[in-house]
């Protein structure tokens, strides 16, 4: 056998060695494998379990692109070597001189056009999969805020229903600079919440992204989803659960101080499930729907707003109410607590920039008319703040969006 043979024989081999390595190592799990945790697992070398089509052909792709990089690689510095060795000066070999080939010309300028057709024809394929949002059984609106997410179901079943989805992970478990956690920390740390978005399995699922104030990123790694959710502008993406499951992701955006605390989760789940899930949700929105007419005592509306800081508030301006020196405004003796609630009111709809603070104030209009009154009315009579007007009902706040 020639020199040549001997070559061609030895990188078809490592080719066909390298392809059954890279198919073992990145194949995508079955669906009867699929381990169902929906984030991210202890010393996993590879990409999260695929739970969508457009993420198994994520997966798919991520699979080709290695192979065909391990091809190259073994091809090109095989024949580097197999050159170097057999052809070195110790064997009598003399360096030949040339000049130009046509043929080495045309080869190294063809050979890569075809490699990169090869590899974008599937990638281009995948992209524009993943940019078709239409005929979407259900539209979810997800707002990026600092640092939570809102979410509005907009089209489809559980049409209506609205709710903001906080950290779950108690601050004992988080700790703080140089404080370290007095709680042991458990297995969903910082990728849990209180509310978690719950979709049918085998739906497309269309979602809405904008964001209150800076710029966010809605990621969830399973569904092949990471999408920015900027402020003024409307971006959509889409997934079709085909796992029934709870699934993780985070901001992907770097938006401030507790960018690392605003998790993702969404939980899918069967049909029936899901009914019942808008059922009870509903029943819920309706009974916090307070009628904006009723007349509140200041008790009830101290007690009520308490409740809405302690959920909404309290991370920027902390439970003192002394903000955050150098980031967040005092609500303890500010002017604008203190002042008309006209003013005051209007924060809240429409949010506040402020020279002396980088971080801005954002809109909360997503919260109901109940929930701004009683917020402001609880600040007005709290800490060391004795406003003259302290008391703030819904019917205000209903004339103030107007």
Request: aromatic share 8%.
């Amino acid at each position: 056998m020639t020199h040549a043979k001997r070559l061609q024989s030895l990188l078809l081999g490592l080719s066909l060695t390298a392809f059954g390595i890279g198919r073992w190592a990145t194949a995508a799990p079955a669906a009867s494998t699929y381990p169902g945790t929906g984030g991210p697992v202890p010393f996993e070398m590879n990409l999260q379990p695929p739970a969508t089509q457009i993420a198994h052909e994520i997966y798919d792709l991520h699979t080709l692109m290695m192979i065909i990089c391990l091809v190259i690689f073994v091809a090109v510095f095989g024949v580097m070597f197999y050159s170097i060795f057999k052809h070195r000066k110790s064997l009598g070999h003399k360096p030949a001189t040339f000049h130009e080939s046509t043929t080495v010309e045309i080869a190294w300028t063809v050979v890569p056009f075809l490699i990169v057709i090869g590899m974008a024809l599937p990638a281009t394929r995948t992209v524009v999969g993943m940019k078709d949002t239409s005929n979407a059984d259900i539209t979810i609106k997800a707002t990026g805020m600092q640092w939570k997410w809102g979410y509005d179901y907009l089209k489809g079943e559980g049409e209506g229903i609205s709710f903001l989805s906080n950290l779950a992970t108690p601050r004992s478990q988080v700790g703080a600079p140089g404080v370290p956690p007095t709680e042991k920390r458990g297995e969903n740390y910082l990728i849990e919440v209180d509310n978690e978005v719950v979709v049918p399995v085998n739906k497309k699922i269309r979602v809405v992204l904008t964001a209150n104030d800076v710029i966010h990123a809605w990621s969830v790694p399973a569904f092949g989803v990471k999408q920015d959710a900027i402020p003024g502008f409307v971006r959509d993406t889409w997934f079709k659960a085909d796992h029934i499951g709870t699934f993780r992701g985070n901001c992907a955006e770097l938006c401030g101080k507790e960018h690392a605390f605003m998790p993702i989760v969404v939980k899918v789940v069967s049909a029936d499930d899901y009914k019942a899930w808008v059922d009870v949700k509903q029943k819920e929105m309706a009974a916090l729907a307070d009628d904006p007419s009723k007349v509140w005592t200041i008790d009830e509306l101290k007690v009520k707003g308490e409740k809405v800081y302690a959920a909404n508030c309290v991370v920027c301006h902390q439970a003192t109410g002394k903000g955050v020196p150098g980031a967040f405004a005092p609500l303890d003796g500010s002017a604008v607590v203190n002042g008309p609630k006209a003013d005051q009111i209007h924060v809240l709809l429409n949010g506040q920039k402020s020279g002396k603070y980088p971080a801005e104030m954002p809109a909360w209009k997503q919260l109901s008319d109940t929930e701004i009154a009683a917020v402001i009315t609880y600040t007005r009579n709290s800490w060391s703040n004795k406003a003259a007007e302290n008391i703030v009902q819904p019917a205000e706040v209903v004339a103030a969006r107007k």
